[in-house]
DNA sequence: CTGTTAGCGCCTTCAA
DNA sequence: TTGAAGGCGCTAACAG
């Protein structure tokens, strides 16, 4: 490795010279001293240790990120984007996954990002994040973003897709072909949460003066918690007043639940309408092409790294801020009119 | 931040003192002065500057890694899996992801990473990577590993999933359903790279005795490259002596194929046998599931951190290693018996 | 047992 | 227009 004392050495001059030089902005040295600088730096190869800039600079330009291990499909859009977004600004990301359920775990991870000297943190939330130690950690003046879900509290930085819209305009469209029977599965602690998609289900349905049957709706008992099989078979057994529409919570349970649909000899959209949500790289390839809700990643990932940097060049302790991103709906061919 | 030498001023005691309490494996200190340091650091909320020790010690415990921006779904998975397996290494991951074509950005951006002193590089390959650029890195003694596409050359540290059997495997179970007029599509650069699943392909016909017709390979003029719908097209539209069976190149192509063949009036796999390449999390859930072959992100994880431990732990440089990882043939519903 | 010293590579005054 | 000194936080010898 050429260090700036090297340079210095092989050409007689001071350090802070060739520091100068190289990569300051000090204007008002001689142009000859520059060129034998610059020249010496490009024939020994010098690259400047980012490390040791950082230890006397109190920035390391790096951006912990913690990442989700479910929803692989979208996580690795959704990392790109922010690969990208971070690169933009400059900043590189020092990435680790968590693995959901283990609340130590995920601190040990999150102290060995700070303690690298990470300029901030973005982590996607989920259901089992630990809210409470990332408030603390924003209380204690480290920059940081949650990204993904709805905010679970006003006080933290977040930028959240607004999945509750999204499951109204889903709902709507579903309505305007006439569906009036619609079961829907929520997932798992649908009613914990805030903002949840769950709340657009309903809005959309009292609009439309429309009545949901509770028994179109998933509920929460362990035994069919997350069998999509289940749910499919359950909601289409009966031939009379069964559901028209089937809402899916995401684009793999829509998959899984076609899936069944197609083996009781059901026709998509012609017999049943079924949506997703979330908008995978498959599913406009898949058949039917799934009418689904698309989350833009891009933007997520751009409005996180702004509200990030926000925090960061702030000379105090900025207000904290939210970004709703919007969502929208994509229809294709995995609905249709209601039958008559 | 709390600092060593605040702590050592606070308890009359010299840095060292505390470093070698805090961190060190020097067990002849008296216990009380172990007791006090440990209970100030806890007390004061110490946490250790990694980039100072970096500095001085001269391993940051980091790893690059250049991850792809295709294969989105799939490269979330991996990237899952990696960031496991040098977490159980004691590393972390400086992540960057590739925008394919643009060699300058991608120099560029291994160039940053190499700035910021990390201990090796961990490299996604695909075809339009640059490996003279990394051989010219690893001749310069960085640690270092590619993953995922075969070698393209001997002479660097290489993960590779055995892509050429994998389509071997996938080739004989049509075989032994009966095909005998099997169509693929090898995808783009098939016979620039060496280990392609063509070779898989071509092999398993020739052991069977089966002849396979240029026109059922895709080839790769650039009007029908890509084109899914075409290919699939072009295959099934003459009713008599139309291929059986169609090996897409991957997953998404694969549906993108059903779909297609759907809107034909064809039925999967009772007119058509239908394989993909890569096994999605989705691909066992979509209708039909999808019979294609199942590469272990794990696995290939593991291998590459392997390889790079071996490389950074060793005293001399090391001699290149490869490690294949076989990939797995999994059968689901998208294959059948050939019809009659 | 404990403290001092000398860096790691760089940047930032400040003096020459 | 240039250079010397000091320090970022830590570790590794080496003295005491």
Redo the contacts between chains.
Sequence with gaps: MVTLKQIARELNLGVSTVSSVLHGDNPHYNAQTRQRVREAAERMGY??????R??VRGK?H?IG?M?L?T???????R??AL??AL?NAGY??????R?IGDLAVERKHL???????VDGLLIQTDLYGDPDHYASLWQRGVPLVLSGLAPDRSTLPWVWLDNTSGLYDLTRHLLELGHRRIAYTPGQAAHLYPHHRIEGFHRALREAGVESQPRWIMDDRPSIRDNIVQFTRDMLQSTSDRPTALMYNN??QA??G??VI??MGLHVPRDVSVTGFGD???SK?????LTTVTQPAAELARSGVELLMEQILAKQAMPCRQIMIPTRLTVRNSTGPAPA
């Excluded at 690259?47 to 040791?52: G, T």
């Excluded at 590189?92 to 996954?97: E, F, G, Q």
């Excluded at 390839?285 to 092409?289: D, T």
Aim: charge should be negative; proline fraction near 4%; include cysteine.
């Design positions: 690259r400047p240790n980012h490390l040791a950082a230890m390391t790096t990120v990442g291990t929803h692989d499909t979208v996580s690795g859009e990392l790109h690969s990208d690169d590189k990301m020092l990435y680790v996954s693995t102290d060995d990002l700070l303690d690298r000297q684009d793999e998959f899984a076609l899936q197609m083996q995978l790289t498959l390839l898949a058949c039917p092409a």
